[in-house]
């Protein structure tokens, strides 16, 4: 089997080509100077790809996250287009490029996939995010290492504080009260999105002043939206989506070191009484040694997030180390709450937790190997593989 791979910096490259290379697949990077999320670029990015097509054959294109562009190429060419998404949402509104029949969408979060799904999308299937247990068993943390790292409770991860610095201020009064109300509801809620509720065209337009839709739509990550009203509002939910988790974050972070070591790895230096902040650490090369060092690890998803498991959980559970996570619907399939996982509900679950579990190693441990062996069978690269591979009906090219 040979495809065409769109190499763009996102954080599990390195397992995923490994992966790859251990099935025996033949496959090409292309890599692009243009972005095709950036729409000044996309004409560029285009003639780039078909330069890369150009007098090729594979059996399919294939990129994480999807990509209009490629999936017109593929369909034009007849070819699949196999896609695997770990952002949420990863896909917007529905749109001619979602219903070629040559494409294969594999969403990792159940409620968008139900939420498209619904829509009339074909050829979408639900898939969780991998991890590559045989090497991160081969990483050891050296005696320096163990040093640097060690604390009881650890956080990989940002804290979108800028965002919010950007956009809070542009609010008049009326609606920054009425913005902190529905961040501090949807703050004690898990598994249900109660601002897409509340977010309707009257909210919008009461809030969206031009200056204020300007920096909403540069904060928005996603490209894939076209419709002025729909950028609006779900420029507004992403906002909110990430002032819920700014504060679910800082709140928790700051709770837990009143009792605790705890240490912070993020971008900057934000300042948080207690929390020992170290900086960034590389995906790859550092933070697992994070997670073997800590004694329990935190997940605090992104509320875009509606039910999936983050990337992060399934890392933590991979290197043998303890995860303590918000609760997420998807996590129910898998995982039980104190067995393979700790799962809270609310901030002061999260604290008990911890008092608990620190001082009851023996416990922890079982959960510790518990939550490797599920994940090193279930969420294995090969296993996700060979799903995605047999999904597309090409596994028999292997």
Known sequence: MKILVFNWEFITKHDLYQNFAKQKI?????????????????????????????????????????????????????????????????????????????????????????????????????????VDTNRLNRM????????????????????YQSDMEKIFPLFD??????????????????GVNLINELINENVVKRICNQEVTEVLLKNLNNKFFHDIKILESRGLEGFLLKAVTNKERVLILTLLAKYFRVKLFTIGNPCIPNVTTCGVVDYVKHMPIV???????????????????????????????????NYQKDLEEYFKDGKDILIYHSIEEALDKCKYYLKNEKEAEKIRQNGYKIVKDQFSYEHQLNKIWELSGIKDRL
């Open 26 to 130: 033949e496959f090409e990077l292309f890599t692009s100077r243009f972005s095709p999320r950036v729409g000044g670029q996309r004409k560029e990015f285009r003639e780039s790809l078909a330069k890369a097509l150009e007098g090729k054959v594979y059996d399919a294109l294939f990129s994480i996250n999807f990509f209009e562009d490629i999936a017109t190429a593929a369909n034009e060419r007849d070819i699949l287009y196999i896609c695997w998404t770990y952002d949420s949402p990863a896909l917007g509104d529905v749109r001619p490029s979602l219903l070629y029949r040559t494409n294969r969408i594999f969403i990792f979060d159940s409620y968008e996939y139900n939420e498209i799904k619904e829509k009339g999308v074909q050829n979408l299937y639900y898939l969780p995010l991998a």
């Open 140 to 159: 050891q943390p050296s005696p320096m290492e163990k040093m640097k790292y060690y604390s009881d409770i650890s956080f990989v991860g940002q804290l």
């Open 173 to 190: 009064e009326y609606s920054a009260g009425y913005i902190a109300a529905i961040i501090n509801t949807q703050l004690e809620v898990y």
């Open 291 to 325: 997670f073997k060092c800590s004694k329990i690890n935190l997940n605090i998803t992104l509320r875009n997030i509606q039910h999936g498991i983050p990337q992060r959980v399934v890392d933590i559970l991979g290197c043998r180390a303890l995860a303590l996570t």
